[in-house]
């Protein structure tokens, strides 16, 4: 059986950045031209090569950047992703209704999350969180299931605050203070009816089927305005995950070099190995066919 070397693993993804978490269902917020205009192309392109970065990292570089208007971009909510390049992505849900949500952690890092509906005018959570977790991708005990999968009920209270595109979104939030590092992903919605719920699913059904079908084109539509700078920024979204999970290999396989666990992989490993680890770090179940379809591993 052919065997990698984790060297091999490190020099094939040299390019990628570090990569940690963000929401893949609902679809979330993107980087767009207003991500760039409002926060600057170096901004929007760190997310654009990789959505899962985290927020201080970012800010090592901003305020640096003549093009990064820090009220505009607002890089504490929603990581700086602007409604304005999702307008065609909000979903349409009912007070009291369920929704599904699930999360991608490409790197654990012990911390805190929660999701919260945002008063989008004033960036300050609408009452409590939906759900909330005081330990989140634990790295000593691992990411739980219910960490990356897991329901929230729309409130049956908010009258028509949220009735408006744009006036609210639904934030996921993540703090490591271990890392010193803070993710958010964005989902737009609105909230009209009175929560009777008779259409909830259909409805819901439908604006998810619709706006799938846009995470292909408004990533590919980011990815082309903002690759003037940028290095990886055609990467789509399989490769993401990709190179974010060999970021993962490079530093499990540092902190912890010999043993073979389920999250962290061994010096020497087996393709099957890889792709074990791969999709349990990532949550990834096609993990075959992300791996293959990057460009210059395997
Ligand atoms: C929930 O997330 C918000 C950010 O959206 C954060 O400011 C707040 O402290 C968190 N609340 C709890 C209880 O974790
Ligand atoms: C997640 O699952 C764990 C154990 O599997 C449980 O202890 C915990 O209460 C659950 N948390 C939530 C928010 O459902």
């Known amino acids: 059986m052919k065997s990698f070397s984790t060297a091999f693993g490190v020099a094939a993804f040299a390019s990628t950045v570090a990569g940690h978490g963000y929401i893949t269902s609902p679809q979330p917020r993107e980087p767009g031209d207003a991500m760039i205009a409002a926060c600057g192309k170096q901004v929007a392109n760190t997310f654009s090569s990789d959505i899962n970065g985290n927020i201080q990292g ?5 305020p640096s950047q003549s093009d990064y208007d820090a009220d505009k971009c607002n ?11 999702n307008t065609d992505n909000v979903q349409s849900w009912t007070a009291g209704e369920k929704v599904p949500m699930k999360v ?6 012990t911390g805190t999350a929660n999701v919260s509906i945002i008063d989008t005018a004033s960036s300050s959570p609408i009452g409590e969180p939906l759900i909330a977790w005081s330990v989140y991708a634990s790295t000593a005990t691992g990411v739980q299931a219910n960490q990356t999968s897991f329901d929230v009920t729309i409130p049956s209270d908010l009258g028509s605050k949220c009735s408006t595109a744009g006036a609210c979104t639904l934030q996921w939030w993540w703090d490591s203070r271990e890392a010193d590092q803070t993710y958010e992903s964005c989902v737009d919605f609105t909230v009209g009816g009175s929560g009777s719920g008779s259409s909830s699913g259909s409805s819901s059904g439908s604006a998810q089927a619709a706006t799938s079908t846009q995470a292909a084109a408004s990533s590919t539509k980011a990815a082309s305005s903002a690759s003037a700078t940028a290095t990886a920024a055609t990467t789509p979204v399989n490769n993401v995950l990709t190179t974010s999970a060999a970021a993962t290999a490079a530093a499990s396989s540092t902190a912890t070099p010999s043993q073979g666990s389920s999250s962290t992989l061994p010096e020497e490993f087996t393709a099957e190995q890889f792709i074990s680890w791969f999709k349990q770090v990532t949550g990834v179940t096609n993990a075959r066919r992300s791996l293959r379809s990057h460009p210059r591993a395997f």
């Open 104 to 109: 991608n952690i490409a790197a654990p890092h």
């Open 58 to 62: 970012v800010l090592q570089i901003a």
């Open 75 to 85: 890089i504490w909510t929603c990581k700086g992703m602007q409604f304005d390049d």
